[in-house]
């Protein structure tokens, strides 16, 4: 399968690599594996901010979170040296998210980001996972996730 024919289906364009917003890279390899730096929700080029269980429902956190991904997405091709076709395993994603103490969906907000990987990268986009419900993100975003692949 060829990302890159997935991601035309899909109707995705890939961003840039975001200038990190404090003291850290955007991602780190070491051996096969490469981690990248937590990506926070965006929308319409503007911090994508709100809580869930608050202000904002399941379904919203699950659009924000594909959108994570898709930013994360960019991040990982530059790591990959421009091609996601060397990506041979999405490892582990790592999703925080902004909720209000009686919310306890976070598991259903970070499918938004694993069914997009798995919708890329077919049975390599399968993956372990944490989802956690934090008090608060920085900027006030919604979600962040995190991820860990293997390239070849």
Known sequence: ??????????????????????AYVPYVQSGKLVFLSGHIARKDGKVWVGQLGRNLGTEEGKAAAR???IDLLGTLQAAAGGDLNRVQRIVKVMS???????????????NGASELLAEVFGDKGA??????????????????IELIAELS
Do not use: W
Not at 3 to 20: F, R
Not at 98 to 108: M, R
Not at 136 to 141: E, L, T, V
């Open 1 to 22: 399968m060829n990302v890159y024919e997935q991601l035309q289906k899909l109707g995705i364009t890939l961003p840039p690599v975001a200038v990190p917003a404090a």
């Open 67 to 69: 959108a994570v991904a």
């Open 96 to 110: 925080l998210v902004n909720s209000s103490p009686d919310f306890t969906e976070q598991h259903l907000v970070t």
């Open 127 to 144: 993956h372990a996972r944490s989802a956690f419900g934090v008090a608060q993100i920085p900027m006030g975003a919604c979600v962040e």
